[in-house]
């Protein structure tokens, strides 16, 4: 009864006014204390929810029986399954799914929410995917995807609105019973995920702005999110678990272009295995894609490959591509292109920086600002991961730097 009342939008209160019954005995029924009730009572309620005449049958047929089943198979839809697919040839990542694992159970009650934050082609979607698998067990009621958006040049990040709506239909929330205001979506959203215990993937996450509607707020589900922002705000002010995600050790990288490439080819281009690794920063993206580049020309021993590699364009050529989720560039740029104009501009000129570790009094330099000018720059830069803050440096990483570099040109920025 519950379950009807609640997809039906209504409280105790309305669907005893509509039906005509007493609030105590909405909630009695809703609450097991009255068992078998009257068939003029269950009608009364089924014209009031506007049941179909097979739900209405099922009603009164189920809350007759002397052992009141659930009526939750009135609700209609499967449970969701949304996740995506994960990657045949994921490898490594186990302390962070380690932590992953040890921030699933909340020590307050409260709803979970984990976020895996880091830089462009890092491998958070592919980690949070591949984690999110492995623990689905324990949410039987369902797990949901959604793509927020937040660094898609092309469509732009999601709004409060259109991710409350897509929740909602995954949840079976007929269109026309989601209410116009957005604080009544919260409100909805809230109500039809209390006493569920879902897995809810955020995934490409602008800021914690975008996420912080999107948590329920009951216990027993857990809220997954992705993001290149640090998510500071998510953290301070909602607990959720923050995870950055760094970039592969060498050996776990060995192991990816082992897994793409064969045994074979890896053992006989050794010696350039680890150069290659550098040359892609160890970001995972980056190392699929020049695997996919070397067995696109099998020709090409590994030796070969680890010296064009060090020219810095060249490189970014090999890492290029025509899908723009697999080019290192267009990955890149939806990073950068988020930035304000005086850190894009600081972004450009540390490229040109002799060397990749920088103090911020570096920084001030080549921007001909005072440090303190300078820091705010460098916090945007950190925050959307396009450089390491280190205790005693910063670090702007290679193919970072390479893509940087591209930059400073007027034809290329131009296009």
């Not at 519950?2 to 105590?24: C, D, F, K, P």
Request: aromatic share 4%; charged share 20%; hydrophobic share 40%.
């Amino acid at each position: 009864m519950r379950a009807l009342r609640r997809r039906a939008l209504l409280t105790q209160e309305e669907l005893a006014n509509l039906s005509r019954l007493s609030v105590g005995t909405i909630r009695g029924l809703e609450t097991g204390r009255i068992q078998q009730p009257h068939t003029g009572t269950l009608r009364k309620l089924a014209d009031a929810l506007t049941l179909s005449d097979e739900e209405a049958a099922a009603l009164i047929t189920e809350s007759q029986t002397p052992q009141t089943r659930t009526v939750t198979n009135l609700v209609p839809g499967p449970v969701p399954a949304q996740l995506p697919a994960g990657i045949p040839s994921f490898v490594g990542r186990a302390e962070p799914m380690r932590l992953l694992d040890a921030g699933l159970t909340s020590k307050d009650g409260a709803t979970v929410a984990q976020a895996i934050v880091g830089s462009a082609g890092i491998g958070k979607t592919a980690l949070a995917v591949h984690w999110a698998h492995r623990v689905r067990h324990r949410f039987p009621d369902g797990q949901i995807y959604l793509n927020l958006r937040g660094f898609d040049p092309y469509q732009g990040p999601l709004t409060t609105g259109a991710a409350l709506h897509s929740l909602l239909a995954a949840l079976h929330c007929p269109s026309h019973h989601v209410p116009a205001n957005p604080d009544v979506q919260v409100g909805l959203y809230r109500t039809l995920m209390a006493e569920r215990r879902m897995l809810i993937l955020l995934d490409n996450a602008r800021d914690a702005q975008q996420v912080r509607p999107l948590l329920p707020g009951s216990a027993g589900s857990l809220v997954l999110v992705t993001s290149r922002d640090r998510l500071s705000g998510l953290g301070t002010a909602d607990g959720a678990e923050l995870l950055t995600l760094s970039r592969m050790p060498l050996v776990e990288a060995r192991e990816l272009l082992v897994r793409r490439l064969g045994v074979r080819r890896v053992a006989a281009g050794h010696p350039a295995l680890d150069e290659i690794i550098e040359h892609c920063d160890r970001l995972p993206l980056a190392l699929s894609i020049v695997a996919t580049f070397a067995n696109r020309h099998p020709g090409t021993s590994l030796g070969h490959l680890a010296v064009q590699l060090r020219n810095a364009r060249r490189r970014l050529d090999i890492l290029a591509d025509s899908d723009p989720a697999t080019n290192i560039r267009s990955v890149f740029s939806w990073s950068y292109g988020a930035l304000s104009p005086d850190a894009a501009r600081l972004f450009r000129l540390l490229a040109r920086h002799p060397e990749s570790r920088f103090t911020a009094r570096n920084a001030a330099a080549l921007a001909l600002v005072s440090p303190a000018k300078v820091y705010p720059l460098l916090c945007e830069l950190a925050r959307l991961h396009l450089i390491e803050d280190h205790p005693d440096c910063y670090i702007l990483p290679e193919l970072l730097r390479a893509y940087g570099e591209e930059l400073t040109y007027p034809a290329l920025r131009a296009s």
